[in-house]
């Protein structure tokens, strides 16, 4: 019998309300996951990153709007937030060369749709920026092309995917 999928807006609502129990399962649940991104994301301080991340996530639980995306996903975006500006306060600077992205085929859910849909680009970009922290500046300058024409193929693939 699989075991219900964890709700992370509801965790994350009743931490706007103050529930340190609903933090307590959050964190149980999804720290993991973020400490491995951590340590893509600034290897130096992956811990750091981990920790200042939950406490801003603890802090302003209430800035989360359902109407904006997946509970989930605003977790991961605090935790890029915080990343970039980690790595600029300890002047890490990102790789010249783009590090290997996992075949599309290892992905699993409507992400690895991206990379059979129409913009196949829209996966390498999404996967950089989820995995390694990249923002559109840094991918054109990977993928040695136009930053406008890599946002327009990301948003047309993004946008494919919706419901």
Not at 34 to 43: G, K
Not at 101 to 122: D, E, F, I, T, Y
Request: some cysteine; glycine content about 6%; overall charge neutral.
């Amino acid at each position: 019998m699989d075991a219900a999928p964890f709700d992370h807006a509801a965790a994350l609502l009743a931490c706007a309300r103050g529930e340190e129990a609903a933090f307590h399962r959050l964190y149980d649940h999804e720290a993991p996951h973020m400490l491995a991104l951590c340590r893509h994301l600034v290897p130096s301080d992956a811990e750091g990153l981990l920790h200042d991340t939950l406490v801003l996530i603890w802090r302003n639980a209430d800035q989360y709007d359902t109407g904006m995306g997946s509970a989930r996903a605003w977790i991961y975006s605090v935790l890029r937030h915080v990343a970039r500006g980690r790595r600029l306060q300890l002047n890490e600077t990102p790789p010249a060369q783009p590090p290997i992205l996992p075949p599309a085929s290892s992905v699993r859910g409507r992400v690895a749709q991206l990379a059979a849909g129409a913009h196949p680009m829209a996966f390498t970009a999404v996967a950089h920026a989820y995995l390694h922290g990249a923002d559109y500046r840094q991918l054109a300058a990977w993928l040695q092309g136009s930053e406008t024409t890599l946002r327009s193929n990301t948003r047309a693939g993004l946008k494919e995917l919706q419901v």
